[in-house]
Each structure stands twice: as C-alpha cells, then as structure tokens.
C-alpha cells in the first residue's frame, strides 16, 4: 500500500509561481512512475506532468510545456511540481499520483494505481 500526500496549493495571482510537493510513503517508491494530474469541475482528470522511476523521462501536457517542471527524490521519496507563470486555465485541484506498473506508464488516469488527496490551486486574474 502506498499513501500519498500532497502540500503546497493556494491562491496565487497571474504570473506567479507554486511548488507542488507530495510525499509518499513505501520502500518501493523509487520503482515507480510518478505524475501530476490535474481536475476541474465537470472535466475528467488530465495528466499534467509524469515521471520515469529514475527521473530521466518526463512527459508534460502541450499547455503547461516550458512552464512547469516535474522531478522527483527517490531518497526522500517526494516528488515535486514546479509551477511557473501561472495562468487562470491552471486553476484545479492537483492530484499527485503512482503507477506501479514496471512495463511502462499512459496518461490515462483510470491506469493508475494510487492517488493522493488533491490540493487546489486557484490562479487569480
């Protein structure tokens, strides 16, 4: 079993920036894929950015490309979502999730095995 727990959303303005972090418990995190999704109201859950159990893949939606950057500490077993110029389309609550599965990944959510609680993170224009 394996919990996840994120911090770091909030209220923030247009062009500002936040740190996602989301701390997981478990020996084996550092065997994982590890992703941030994203969710709005009415709208089914999107991938925003994934990582390779080594850091060395990263995947990132085309809207968040050159803004957001995702990395992971397999010592500390965290893994962290840096949010840079925000926008109002940003606005969502953000879910930290794992996939366990060692022949790969897909950004589609349903494939993936935990999540954590979500945090929100409001973009103010």
């Known amino acids: 079993q394996v919990q996840l727990v994120e911090s770091g959303g909030g209220l923030v303005q247009v062009g500002d920036s936040l740190r996602l972090s989301c701390a997981a418990s478990?020996?084996?995190?550092?065997?994982?894929?590890m992703g941030w999704f994203r969710q709005t109201p009415g709208k089914e859950r999107e991938a925003v950015a994934i990582?390779?159990?080594?850091?060395?893949?990263?995947y990132y939606t085309d809207s968040v490309k050159g803004r957001f950057t995702i990395s992971r500490d397999n010592q500390q077993n965290t893994v962290t979502l840096q949010m840079n110029s925000l926008k109002p389309e940003d606005t969502a609550v953000y879910y930290c999730?794992?996939?366990?599965?060692?022949?790969?990944?897909?950004?589609?959510?349903?494939?993936?095995?935990?999540w954590g609680q979500g945090t929100q993170v409001t973009v103010s224009s």
């Open positions: 478990g020996r084996t995190f550092s065997t994982y894929t």
């Open positions: 990582v390779s159990w080594n850091g060395r893949i990263t």
């Open positions: 999730a794992a996939d366990t599965n060692p022949s790969g990944w897909t950004v589609q959510p349903v494939a993936w095995d935990y």
